[in-house]
């Protein structure tokens, strides 16, 4: 079974920095792209980036909303995806997910963790 | 960004009914749009894909149709597990974007 769990959220002032981290288990995880998408409260989700699979060479694109200040990275020894978020606002206060991608179909994901919830705010 | 529109925000359908949600488009996506379901405390699901095409393991009373700028998931004979929220996504172009989404509530 496809599992992705996300941890790591939590309160955070603005201006400062947090980890999110996705452990994925179920499946091979260097076969995959992988996607971080966040969803404000009542409002659309939002693609924040992705990290490509082994094939491609683990790089990575991100939404120009987010490109410099946000980070997706992984560790393909554990199974596990991160998102650093840097210089965090209060509009970046949200549900974060990480998922993965439907391969042979950009951009069309799959599979779903459950969220890891951020709130940026003094 | 290509801008995704959800119709309607709200839909109160009882069981065995059929629904319809729309989503347009701010340009031309091709055939490239996903609908997902949501549910508290559940992982978003993947329904549809391609515009038409349904994932492996989405009930074949979901369906999908559209191209361009206009698209419509279309859900017959309701079923109790149906009810919560829905979202269109495109997947033609970076960066990819959702809608707003549909509430289906039970009537």
């Known amino acids: 079974e496809v599992k992705l769990l996300e941890s790591g959220g939590g309160l955070v ?14 499946f091979t995880f260097t076969d995959f792209y992988m996607n971080w ?7 659309a989700p939002e693609w924040l980036g992705f990290i490509r699979n082994k094939a491609n060479g683990y790089t990575t694109e991100y939404n120009p909303s987010v490109k410099g200040r946000f980070t997706i990275s992984r560790d393909n020894t554990q199974n596990m995806l991160y998102l650093q978020m840097n210089t965090l606002r209060a509009e970046d206060t949200a549900t974060y997910y990480c ?3 439907l391969p042979g179909y950009p951009y069309v994901m799959d599979a779903w963790g459950q969220g890891a919830s951020v709130t940026v705010s003094s | 960004d290509v801008q995704m529109t959800q119709s309607p925000s709200n839909l109160a359908a009882s069981p065995g009914e059929s629904v319809s949600i729309n989503c347009k488009a701010s340009k031309s996506i091709s055939k490239y749009l996903a609908w997902y379901q949501q549910k508290p405390g559940k992982a978003n699901k993947l329904l549809i894909y391609s515009g038409s095409t349904l994932q492996s393991g989405t009930p074949s009373r979901f369906s ?4 361009g700028t206009d698209f419509t998931l279309t859900i017959r004979n309701l079923e109790p597990e149906d009810f919560g929220l829905y979202y269109c996504q495109q997947h033609n172009e970076y960066p990819y974007t959702f809608g707003a989404g549909t509430k289906l509530e039970l009537k």
């Open chain 1, 13 to 26: 002032q603005p201006g400062g920095s947090m980890r999110l981290s996705c452990a994925a288990s179920g």
């Open chain 1, 37 to 43: 998408i966040r969803q404000p409260a009542g409002k």
């Open chain 1, 99 to 101: 998922a993965r991608e």
């Open chain 2, 64 to 67: 999908g149709s559209g191209s």
